[in-house]
Nanobody, 124 residues
């Protein structure tokens, strides 16, 4: 069992930045591929960014490519999402997820564990 706790969300103006963190506990963090997903009101949960167990392989949704950076610190059991040049359309609840695999995927249903989410609101 893996427990995931997100933090770092908040209200920011368009063009601003936020850094999300996800603290993991309960199992060996480096055994898991990790991902960030988001869900806006009335919409399905969608892929944002994923990272392999070592951090050497990352993948981003086209909508955030060049603005967001996913990273991980296996020594600290923590996943990060640096979000720059934020847009109002980035407003959503952001979820951290873990997949019992060394290889990440963009598919929501492939992930085994989820955090409770953190709200990100970008004002125009």
């Amino acid at each position: 069992q893996v427990q995931l706790v997100e933090s770092g969300g908040g209200l920011v103006q368009a063009g601003g930045s936020l850094r999300l963190s996800c603290a993991a506990s309960g199992h060996t963090f480096s055994n898991y591929a990790m991902g960030w997903f988001r869900q806006a009101p009335g919409k399905e949960r969608e892929f944002v960014a994923v990272i392999s167990w070592s951090g050497g392989n990352t993948n981003y949704a086209d909508s955030v490519k060049g603005r967001f950076t996913i990273s991980r610190d296996n020594a600290k059991n923590t996943l990060y999402l640096q979000m720059n040049s934020l847009k109002p359309e980035d407003t959503a609840v952001y979820y951290c997820s873990a997949r019992w695999s060394l290889i990440p995927t963009h598919l929501v249903y492939e992930y085994d564990y989820w955090g409770q989410g953190t709200q990100v609101t970008v004002s125009s």
